[in-house]
C-alpha cells in the first residue's frame, strides 16, 4: 500500500478514466520489463548516478529472465468471491469465519465514485494513467530498505494487489522486484477497473472487514451508496494500518489522516472547495458495537479442523454456518478467569525485559507516527497493552499506547519490573526510552508494568450429562501460540489422577473408612544391586494411619501407592480405560497412583463427567448443528441423556467417589472452592506434579465438569510454592462462580447398593466389615519393585 504521508506533496496530475483493457494493449510483457527500466536509467542519469544505472541494466536482464517464471494470474483473472465458513456460539454469537473475507462484494460499476476517488487519492492518484510501476517510487523505496526507517512507499494500486495475492509481508529488496515484476503482469492480464474491483473488495480494512463495502456497514452502519465525502476519506485511511488508524480505537490519529486525505482529493479534482470544507465539518457518527467481542479462537480453529475434515476444501466456499455447544457467556467467563490466572502468576516472575528497542526521532511531529510504525509489529494483546517507552526513571516511567495516549506508571506499577528500571540493569532488560513494553490496567484504574508470560494454560468445560462443551480455552493467546493445550498437551495429571486408582480400589472391597498407614517406605534393593526407593510425601511429612476419604483430601501420596499394590497395578492400569483414558500411556508401575502418566485436559474432563453423571462415559460434542447458506440442515447432534450402553461404572461407585472428591473441597486440597463458591455441590481434586511442573484442578458441579491446567510447553520447573491448588484451582472457581451463577444446588444423590453407616457410606456387600478395613500391617505393606518398575519410578507427586 502507499506510504503516503501528511507531509508528503500531493500528486499533481488527477485520476482519469481507463482507456485500456488487455484486449487492446500492444506492448508486451518482455517490452514492459525493458520500459520500466529504460525509465529507471533515464531517471538515474539525470541525477548523475551513472554507476547504479549499469547496475540495473544487469538487473533489468536478469528480471526479464525471471518473468516467465512468475506465478499464473488464476486467483485474480477468475476472481470470485466465496461464501466463508461461519463458526458461531449455541446462542447466535460470531466466534470466527474461515475462507474468503469478502462478505459483500460489489462490482466496480456499483462502488460511488466518493469512495474510489478517496481511495484514489490516497493510494494511487496515477492509477489510470501509469503501467502498474511508479518508477521512482519503487526506487526510493528499494534504497530506503538500507536505511533506518524501513519504509517501502510507492506501491501502487496494482502492486498492492501483486502483494495481496502472491507475496509475504517481509520488506526486503528481492520482494519488492517480484511484486514490481508481477503488477507488469496484471496490467498485461485486466483492465484497470478490473484490478480496482479487486483491490477494493479483497484489502483488509480492520474489524473482520474485508473490502469497502464490508467497512462501510462495519464503521458506520450504512452501505457504500450513502456515504458522505467525509466517511468515505475515513475508511480510505485504513489501508496503510488499520490498527493504527482505526477511527473508533485512533479517533485523534484517524481524524489526521481523513483530513489529509480529503485535501488530496481536492488537489486531485474529484471534488469542489465547498465539498472539502463541508466533510472537514462534518462529525461523523459511528456504529455502536452490537454485541461484546467473544475471544473463542481455539474452539472456532477445532470446529474448522472437524468441518475439514467432512467437507474439504468446499468448507472455505460453501458458505456453511457452524452452531456449537459453548455459550457466549461461559466462554468469555472462561477465557478470562485463565488469562487472569496466568497474569497473576506471571507478576510472580523475574522481568525478562522488554521486546524490543526503537530510536525515537526528537522532533515531536515525527514521534506519534514512530510510535505507530514502531507498535504496529507489537500488536495490543485483548488487555495487555503494547507501549513505547517516553521516559523511565526508578520512581516514574512514561510510555504511548497506539492509540498515542500518554501513560504515566508509578508506585506499585513499576515493581514487576524493578530489575529493568535500575541504571546498573543489563542493556538487554533495561526499561529506556525507546523500549517497547507490555501494560495492563490494574482494577483500580492504575497501569501497571508487565510482561507477556511464558507460561500457558488450558481450561475445558463440559456437561457431564451430555457431553456439551460448554467452554474451551485452548492457551494464553490463539495469534502467539496455536497450540491447543485442550487437546494436544500430553501431561502428567499428577494427585488429580488418584481418584481413578482410588474408583477401582472400591471394586476390590476398599471404602471410604479402610484405614491405610500413611508411614514411610522403604524398598531396600536387596541382592538386585540397584538403588533404594524412598518415596516421599509432598510436604515430607508422614501422619499416620487413616481413612481412605481423608488420604484422599490430604493427598497422600504413602496411601495412594499402598493402596495401587494391594489392588494390582494390571488390575488398576485395565480400570482407567473405563474414563477414556490410554493404557499405554500409564505404564505398569506403582508410580501410576501418583499420576505419572500422560492425559489431555479433554481426557480428564470426560473422566470426571463420569462421576458427575453417575456412571456414564459421554464423548465430548462441540458441533450442534451445520447448515448451508441457504438455512438446509446438513448435520444435528441430539444432546440428550446417555443410555445404559455409555455406562462404564456402577452408579454406586460414582456416588461414594463423589463423596470423596466433595470431601477434597469442602475439608482438603480445594476446601477454598465451597469456602469461595458458597455451595455444598463442589466436588474435585488439585494435581500438582514433581517439581511443580503441571498444576490442575479438575471439577464438576453435577450440571457442568470443568478442567484447568497451568505449565510450560518445554517443561519446568513452576516454582517451589506453586501447586494445583493455588495456581489452577482459583482459575476454576473464577469461571465456576460466573457459570453456576443461578443453578440450583444439586448435590449428587446416593444410589441403590450403598448404605450409610454411622455417617460413612459403604457398598451394601462390605458395610459389615466384610472388605478391607485396614492396610496398615506388615503382610500388606507393598513388595520392593521389580527391575522394570524400578526404572519407572520417578519422583513423587502431589
Not at 284 to 308: D, G, N, S
Not at 417 to 443: E, F, H, M, N, Y
Request: glycine content about 8%; proline content about 6%.
Amino acid at each position: 500500500m502507499s506510504d503516503a504521508d501528511p507531509n508528503d506533496p500531493a500528486p499533481s496530475s488527477s485520476a482519469g478514466t481507463d482507456k485500456r483493457s488487455s484486449s487492446t494493449s500492444t506492448a508486451t510483457p518482455a517490452s514492459r520489463v525493458a520500459s520500466v527500466f529504460l525509465r529507471l536509467i533515464a531517471a538515474l542519469f539525470g541525477t548523475g548516478l551513472a554507476l547504479v544505472a549499469a547496475g540495473l541494466i544487469c538487473g533489468g536482464i536478469a528480471l526479464a529472465v525471471a518473468y516467465p517464471n512468475l506465478p499464473e494470474l488464476d486467483a485474480i483473472t477468475d476472481y470470485r468471491p466465496k461464501l466463508p465458513l461461519r463458526i458461531y456460539s449455541a446462542d447466535g454469537v460470531l466466534l470466527g469465519e474461515y475462507g474468503d473475507e469478502r462478505r459483500q462484494f460489489t462490482p466496480i460499476a456499483e462502488i460511488p465514485d466518493v469512495m474510489k476517488h478517496a481511495v484514489l487519492a490516497i493510494e494511487d492518484a496515477r492509477f489510470y494513467q501509469h503501467s502498474g510501476v511508479d518508477y521512482l517510487g519503487v526506487l526510493r523505496a528499494g534504497i530506503a530498505q538500507f536505511g533506518a526507517a524501513g519504509s517501502q512507499g510507492a506501491s501502487t494500486i496494482t502492486m498492492q494487489v501483486a502483494r495481496n495475492f502472491y507475496l509475504s509481508t517481509e520488506k526486503t529488496i528481492t520482494r519488492k522486484l517480484y511484486e514490481v515484476l508481477l503488477a507488469l503482469k496484471i496490467e498485461s492480464a485486466l483492465s484497470k477497473d478490473q484490478i480496482l474491483e479487486i483491490y477494493m473488495n479483497q484489502i483488509y480494512l480492520g474489524q473482520r472487514a474485508h473490502g469497502f463495502a464490508a467497512a462501510s456497514e462495519i464503521y458506520f452502519g450504512k452501505p457504500l451508496r450513502e456515504l458522505s465525502v467525509a466517511e468515505a476519506a475515513m475508511l480510505a485511511g485504513l489501508p496503510k494500518a488499520p490498527s493504527a488508524y482505526n477511527p473508533i480505537a485512533n479517533p485523534r490519529r484517524a481524524t489526521v489522516r481523513q483530513r489529509y486525505i480529503v485535501d488530496r482529493m481536492l488537489d486531485n479534482g474529484f471534488i469542489t472547495a465547498e465539498q472539502r470544507d463541508t466533510a472537514l465539518a462534518q462529525n461523523l457518527k459511528y456504529r455502536t458495537p452490537t454485541e461484546v467481542p467473544v475471544h473463542a479462537e481455539y474452539l472456532a480453529e477445532a470446529a474448522r479442523q472437524l468441518m475439514f475434515a467432512q467437507y474439504g476444501a468446499d468448507t472455505y466456499t460453501r458458505g456453511l454456518n457452524v452452531q456449537l455447544t459453548v455459550q457466549a457467556a461461559d466462554q468469555a467467563a472462561a477465557y478470562h478467569a485463565l488469562r487472569k490466572g496466568l497474569m497473576d502468576f506471571e507478576r510472580r516472575q523475574v522481568y525478562r525485559g522488554p521486546e524490543a528497542y526503537v530510536d525515537l526521532p526528537a522532533d515531536p511531529r515525527a514521534l506519534d507516527a514512530r510510535i505507530a510504525e514502531a507498535l504496529a509489529d507489537h500488536p495490543d494483546n485483548d488487555e495487555l497493552k503494547a507501549a513505547v517507552v517516553l521516559e523511565a526513571s526508578p520512581k516514574k516511567v512514561i510510555a504511548a499506547l497506539q492509540s498515542g495516549e500518554a501513560l504515566t506508571i508509578v508506585g506499585e506499577g513499576l515493581k514487576p519490573a524493578t530489575s529493568g528500571l535500575s541504571d546498573r540493569a543489563d542493556p538487554k532488560v533495561q526499561v529506556r526510552r525507546g523500549a517497547i513494553v507490555r501494560v495492563l490496567k490494574t482494577v483500580k484504574g492504575d497501569w501497571t508494568l508487565t510482561q507477556q508470560p511464558e507460561v500457558e494454560g488450558a481450561f475445558v468445560s463440559m456437561e457431564p450429562g451430555t457431553g456439551a462443551i460448554r467452554a474451551l480455552v485452548g492457551g494464553f493467546d490463539f495469534g502467539k501460540n496455536k497450540f491447543n493445550h485442550v487437546t494436544q498437551a500430553w501431561r502428567q495429571p499428577g494427585s488429580s489422577f488418584k481418584p481413578f486408582i482410588y474408583s477401582a480400589a472400591l471394586e476390590k472391597g476398599f471404602t471410604p473408612a479402610t484405614v491405610v498407614n500413611d508411614a514411610p517406605l522403604f524398598f531396600d534393593a536387596g541382592s538386585t544391586g540397584s538403588q533404594p526407593w524412598e518415596p516421599k510425601n509432598y510436604d515430607g511429612t508422614f501422619d499416620g494411619p487413616m481413612s481412605l476419604r481423608r488420604a484422599l483430601a490430604k493427598s497422600k501420596n504413602m496411601v495412594s501407592i499402598r493402596v495401587l499394590q494391594a489392588i494390582g497395578v494390571p488390575y488398576a492400569r485395565d480400570w482407567i480405560t473405563r474414563f477414556g483414558f490410554e493404557k499405554e500411556r500409564h505404564d505398569p508401575y506403582l508410580t501410576m497412583a501418583l499420576g505419572a502418566g500422560s492425559v489431555t485436559p479433554m481426557q480428564m474432563v470426560t473422566g470426571y463427567s463420569v462421576f458427575a453423571n453417575g456412571g456414564y462415559r459421554v464423548n465430548p460434542v462441540l458441533i450442534a448443528r451445520v447448515t448451508d447458506n441457504r438455512g438446509r440442515v446438513l448435520h444435528e447432534t441430539k444432546l440428550t441423556p446417555p443410555d445404559e450402553s455409555l455406562r462404564v461404572i456402577e452408579p454406586r461407585n460414582a456416588f461414594i467417589m463423589s463423596s470423596l472428591l466433595q470431601e477434597v473441597a469442602r475439608s482438603g486440597t480445594a476446601a477454598r472452592a465451597q469456602a469461595t463458591l458458597k455451595r455444598p455441590d463442589i466436588y474435585g481434586k488439585t494435581g500438582t506434579t514433581n517439581d511443580s511442573m503441571d498444576a490442575w484442578f479438575a471439577g464438576f458441579q453435577p450440571s457442568l465438569a470443568a478442567v484447568v491446567w497451568i505449565g510450560y510447553d518445554n517443561p519446568r520447573k513452576l516454582g517451589d510454592r506453586e501447586t494445583g491448588g493455588g495456581l489452577s484451582l482459583p482459575v476454576w472457581i473464577e469461571f465456576m462462580g460466573q457459570a453456576l451463577k443461578g443453578v440450583p444446588v444439586a448435590e449428587v444423590q446416593p444410589t441403590q447398593g450403598v448404605v450409610n453407616v454411622a455417617g460413612e457410606w459403604y457398598y451394601d456387600e462390605f458395610s459389615g466389615g466384610q472388605g478391607v478395613s485396614s492396610l496398615n500391617t506388615e503382610e500388606h505393606l507393598p513388595t520392593p519393585p521389580n527391575e522394570d518398575e524400578k526404572k519407572g519410578i520417578l519422583d513423587l507427586f502431589r
